[in-house]
């Protein structure tokens, strides 16, 4: 096992994912208005 490879998961990011529960549509996490429908009920979910 190499010292890089340890470092790397280490340092992975975790992972978020904003979807607007109106329309299902995936969105930037940042974003508090949905593109595609308007709506501002966006969920965010972290995957670790
Ligand atoms: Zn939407």
Redesign the pocket.
């Known amino acids: 096992m190499s010292l890089f490879a340890s470092l790397v998961t280490r340092a992975a990011p975790e992972t978020v994912v904003a979807e607007?529960?109106?329309?299902?549509?995936t969105?930037e996490p940042g974003t508090a208005v949905?593109?595609?429908?308007?709506?501002e009920?966006i969920v965010r979910y972290t995957i670790d």
């Open positions: 607007c529960r109106r329309c299902g549509t969105v949905c593109a595609t429908c308007g709506s009920d």
